[in-house]
């Protein structure tokens, strides 16, 4: 794919002063104009959305003849073709993989939301070690960008991760991209940003630890909850955009609150309510149980409603140690 073929004024009906226009915006080629969708580029350009649809519409049917993503009709064939390229990337831990049908996939968002401590952040740390791996290991030999808006990334972690798989340490942080992101519009635009380093980069991971809570912070009260669903809803379809735009596995953490109205069974929901929920491809509900951790996956298209156990130690995401079976007496 050349340079030329993906210029913005390659496309019908764009001259120099709509180019400088999205260029300003951070859109610099057809790839972004596809991944921002209709919705931002009418409002960062200050165009019709209709007109903006058409130039997002222009951008996904050249995208189309550059065999960068299929066209809107395809055969179930072709779809299962396309689904053959998704990659997956291990947890560490034997059990969760199994859950998860082989790994974290790329081209999905994959939310895990759970309680405090609940091993979230570890996982994600996990996840940035391992994509840096060789297949047969559970990696895809490629680096990670990790959006961190609480402030519990830890370079530390890493280096004890890294060791535990025998991987040089120096080399596992060199290929881990850190965005500290300061308010909910910080975090949009490192988003919006990542495409370019993604290709550049080689990076198959795009991890947001976590999605909501600036939005959590700076949206309070009803009155502007509609504002924070929208920004919120706009926010996680730019990252399924991403996802299968570069085939790239992203993985977004959520907080629970307590729901009030819950009688019986788990109190707990996630943050952002069904925004959240919609665009994410996969739901990994995380929860403790004593030095144990419990998985389960959340009305996944693909998966049975199950859960498994697995722990937190040096090497990150791991399974329980395997009870030593006691000896029979015959
Ligand atoms: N080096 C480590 N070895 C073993 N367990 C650890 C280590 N670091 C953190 N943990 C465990 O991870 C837990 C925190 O999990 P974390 O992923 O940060 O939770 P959250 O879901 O809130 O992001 C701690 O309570 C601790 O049990
Ligand atoms: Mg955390």
């Known amino acids: 794919m050349s340079e030329e073929e993906l210029d913005l004024e390659s496309l019908e009906g764009v001259g120099p002063a709509t180019k400088q226009k999205l ?15 209709p919705i931002e580029i009418s409002d960062v350009v200050n165009i019709d959305l209709s007109r903006a649809i058409e130039l997002v519409n222009k951008a996904r049917v050249r995208l189309v003849t550059l065999g960068r993503i299929e066209k809107d009709f395809i055969s179930a064939t072709e779809l299962y073709k396309k689904r053959q390229t998704i990659e997956r990337i291990g947890t560490g831990s034997k059990n969760l993989d199994d859950l998860l049908g082989g790994g974290i996939e790329t081209q999905a968002v994959t939310e895990l939301y759970g309680e ?11 996840l940035c070690v391992k994509v840096q791996t060789q297949k047969d290991q559970g990696g895809l030999s490629s680096g990670a960008i990790y959006v961190d808006t609480e402030n519990t990334f830890r370079p530390e972690r890493i280096v004890e991760i890294a060791e535990a798989y025998n991987l ?12 500290e ?10 988003v919006r940003e990542a495409g370019r380093f993604i290709e550049k980069e080689r990076i198959r991971l795009l991890v947001v630890d976590s999605a909501v809570a600036h939005y959590r912070a700076e949206f309070l009260g009803r009155g502007t909850l509609a504002e924070r669903q929208q920004r919120l809803n706009r926010f996680m379809h730019n990252l399924l955009r991403l996802a299968e735009l570069y085939n790239v596995a992203v993985v977004v953490t959520n907080q629970v609150q307590s729901a009030p109205d819950v009688f ?4 707990t929901r996630p ?11 996969y739901r990994i509900y995380l929860r403790k149980a004593g030095k144990n951790r419990i998985a ?5 298209p693909c998966h049975p ?14 399974d329980p140690p395997e009870e030593t079976p006691k000896r029979r007496q015959s």
């Open 271 to 281: 943050v952002g309510g069904h925004v959240v929920a919609h665009t994410s491809t």
């Open 23 to 37: 260029t300003a915006a951070g859109i610099y080629n057809v790839l972004d104009l596809v991944s921002r969708g």
């Open 116 to 126: 405090y401590g609940s091993g979230k952040t570890q996982l994600c740390h996990t």
């Open 181 to 190: 992101a300061y308010n909910s519009a910080h975090q949009e635009l490192i």
């Open 296 to 300: 389960r996956m959340m009305d996944s």
């Open 264 to 267: 019986f069974g788990d109190p």
């Open 168 to 179: 040089e340490p120096e080399e596992v942080l060199s290929k881990i991209i850190v965005a």
């Open 305 to 318: 409603e199950r859960e498994v156990v697995f722990i937190l130690d040096g090497r990150g995401i791991n």
